[in-house]
């Protein structure tokens, strides 16, 4: 860079996209300060989060952002920001003025019954997460068949826990191609998950789970439910190619991660890879804008994608989502994407 922009930059959210973006900030050697906002202390590795129910610790998979600060040079704050009131009025919602502000307050759980286990509470509620560590021999309702329900499916499973897993839409893991959720599915059955597709569930009350397909409607026992319906992104914000929030009187505001939709040809799934890729590239954005510069186009296309099914399985594609594939070399490639985030959290430059 010619000339170093001092710029005084917040970023709301140190999950994936949020972290990426302080890392390349300081990557690209601009000259002016980040503060990350975060509502936790600690920095989740949420990809790994179905570990619990193999009986890991949460805080195998958390770093406190007082480390990540110090190894990464962005200041911390932690505080619960409202990005409603920030996209309003900004200064107030932040206590402070700031040249750019990037948005990466991710997604989190749709409202859900009384009683059961939801995403939120996975991430947050130290009794669920020793519930979840411990529970082996019991009868596990999962609401979801995206990566989550999938995901922690085979894992109790794997503990001697009788799973059924509830999907509403007519295949495993609806957001991909038919054959990842075909792959997946044909894993489950032989590893013993009981699966229903097009099915509802309408209430869960007490231990007792209802569902309906078509006009059928039907009751089961479960000890506990898993809750993971999708997640929310509230509000979803809509960005121009450079990730720019459209339509806001201030300029200078961002977003990345599961929290922003960009327009332009650059995948927007919610993906821990698709969110660091929309970090980094906002950085850059937010530099190119303060050096009158013509901002990037987000143009990320992921070449593969992998799900953890337990201890000793994964399933996936490369470059193709057409040709999924399930087994060791798809464990060995899920494996390799999460040691791949480790070493870009010590500092290694591994996402050019
Ligand atoms: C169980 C599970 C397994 C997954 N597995 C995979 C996988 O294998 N591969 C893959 O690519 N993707 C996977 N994903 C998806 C991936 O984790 C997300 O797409 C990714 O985390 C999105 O990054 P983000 O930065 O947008 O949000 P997050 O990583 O969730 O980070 C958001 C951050 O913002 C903070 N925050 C939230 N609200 C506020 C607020 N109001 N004020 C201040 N801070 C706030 C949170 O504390 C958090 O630190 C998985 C998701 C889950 C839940």
Redesign the pocket.
Known sequence: MSQKPQLKIAI???????LAAAIELKAQGFGGSATV????SF??K??Q??KLARGERAATYELPFALLSRRFHFNFSQ?????VKLLADPERELRGKFSAIII????HSPPAPTGVWT?DALRDDAIVQTEVQNTTGKVITIVGGG??GV?FAFEFAARGNRVTLYEARDRLLPTFDYSLGQTAEAEARSAGIEIRLNTEITQVEHETVTSRSGATESSQRADHVLFVPGVRSTPSITCDVSGRVESNQHPNIFAA???SYFSGRGLNT????A?VRKGQHVARSVIAAAMQRPLPEYTYGELG???SLGPNNAVGYLLSQKTAFSGRAALMLKEATERQYNLYLAGLPVYP
Request: aromatic fraction near 12%.
């Open positions: 709301v959210g140190g999950g994936y996209a949020g906002f975060d509502a936790r920095h989740q949420i990809t989060w179905h505080r619960r920001v409202d990005v990466a307050q991710g997604s995403l990566p989550t995901q991660g599961d929290s919610k993906s821990a890879q969110a994608y992998f799900v």
